[in-house]
C-alpha cells in the first residue's frame, strides 16, 4: 500500500504546498545570510589560520530525497563541505553484510579526505553506521563504544595530535526513543571520565529536536554545557528540526556552527550537513595564561 502523502499527493496539492515552502525557506536564507553579513564584520573570533573546519552528516545511505541512491552526489556534497575533520551517519548498509556505501576514491580525489578504519566487515565503512574522515595528513587513535538503547548504536572516540594540542573527536548516532538518548548520553559521559582531559567535540545526528527542560541533551551540560539551540538540518529540502549538533569542551572551542544548504545538500539525503569552525589556537592561549 502506497504511504498516505503518495495515495493523496493530488487532493493535497503537494507540489504547491512543497514549492511555496522552499521559496519561504530561500527567502529566510537571504535574510540569514544578510545577518550573518553583519555578524561577521563585528565577529568577536575572527578566523585563525590554524583554526579547523569541522562538519557532520547523515548520508541517509547516499539515498536523496528523491529516492536516488548516488554516492556520487554524496561524495560531491562531502567535497563542498571543505572539512578537515568530518563524522558521517548512516554510510553502511543497515542488514546483510553491512557494505559500505561511500564512494571512497571520489571522497579522497575530491574532498581530500581519507577514512578511519573502523570497520569488522571486510567492505564496511563504519561503526554502526558511523564514520570519521579526517585530511590526508592528520592521523587518530580510535575507540568504539556500544552505546545502550532499543536498537543497536554506537559511537567513536577519536584522540588526534595537532599542532595546536590534543583534540577529542566523538562521532556518534542518538536513538529514536528519548528515554534512550538520555542513556546514550551518560554512556558518552563515563568515556569521557575514563580518558584524558583534552578539548572535546561531539558532532553527529542525535535525534533531539527539543533543547528545552525535556530535551535528552541535558544529560550533556556538565561537560558540554546548556543544550541552547541549533540550527535546523532535517528534513533537507525545507528544514525545521534540530536533529544534528557540534557540541564542543571548552566554551568557545566550537563556533560558527550552521547548516549546509547548497542545492545539491538540500536533495542528497533527508538530513542537511551541520559545519563549524575549531579554535583550538584559543583554547591553548586560554590554558597558558591561566
Request: with cysteine; net charge positive; glycine share 8%.
Amino acid at each position: 500500500m502506497k504511504p498516505f502523502v503518495a495515495r493523496h499527493a493530488a487532493r493535497l496539492r503537494l507540489p504547491q504546498i512543497t514549492g511555496a515552502a522552499q521559496r519561504l525557506r530561500d527567502f529566510v536564507l537571504d535574510l540569514r545570510a544578510i545577518g550573518g553579513n553583519a555578524a561577521a564584520a563585528a565577529d568577536p573570533h575572527p578566523p585563525h589560520p590554524s583554526d579547523l573546519r569541522v562538519a557532520s552528516w547523515n548520508l541517509h545511505k547516499c539515498v536523496g530525497a528523491d529516492g536516488r541512491f548516488d554516492p556520487h552526489r554524496s561524495a560531491t556534497v562531502i567535497a563542498e563541505l571543505g572539512a578537515d575533520i568530518l563524522a558521517l551517519q548512516e554510510v553502511d548498509k543497515r542488514f546483510g553484510r553491512r557494505d559500505g556505501l561511500l564512494d571512497l576514491a571520489a571522497v579522497r580525489r575530491h574532498a581530500g579526505l581519507k577514512l578511519v578504519p573502523v570497520s569488522d566487515a571486510p567492505a564496511g565503512h563504519g561503526w554502526h553506521g558511523n564514520a570519521l574522515l579526517l585530511r590526508e595528513d592528520l592521523a587518530a587513535r580510535v575507540q568504539r563504544i556500544r552505546l545502550p538503547g532499543a536498537e543497536p548504536r554506537g559511537a567513536l572516540v577519536a584522540e588526534i595530535d595537532l599542532p595546536q594540542g590534543p583534540l577529542r573527536v566523538i562521532a556518534a548516532h542518538f536513538g529514536l526513543l528519548r528515554r534512550c538518548r538520555t542513556r546514550q548520553g551518560h554512556a558518552i559521559l563515563r568515556t569521557l571520565a575514563d580518558g584524558t582531559e583534552m578539548p572535546t567535540i561531539l558532532l553527529g545526528d542525535l535525534n533531539e529536536w527539543n533543547h528545552g527542560p525535556r530535551s535528552s541533551l541535558r544529560v550533556l551540560e556538565p561537560v558540554f554545557g546548556p543544550a541552547t539551540p541549533a540550527p535546523a538540518s532535517f528534513p533537507a529540502a525545507v528544514p525545521v528540526l534540530a536533529l544534528d549538533r557540534i557540541l564542543g569542551q571548552p566554551e568557545g572551542l566550537v563556533t560558527e556552527v550552521r547548516a549546509y544548504a547548497s542545492p545539491l545538500a538540500r536533495v542528497a539525503s533527508d538530513h542537511l550537513p551541520l559545519v563549524g569552525r575549531l579554535r583550538l589556537h584559543a583554547v591553548a592561549n586560554r590554558v597558558a595564561t591561566g
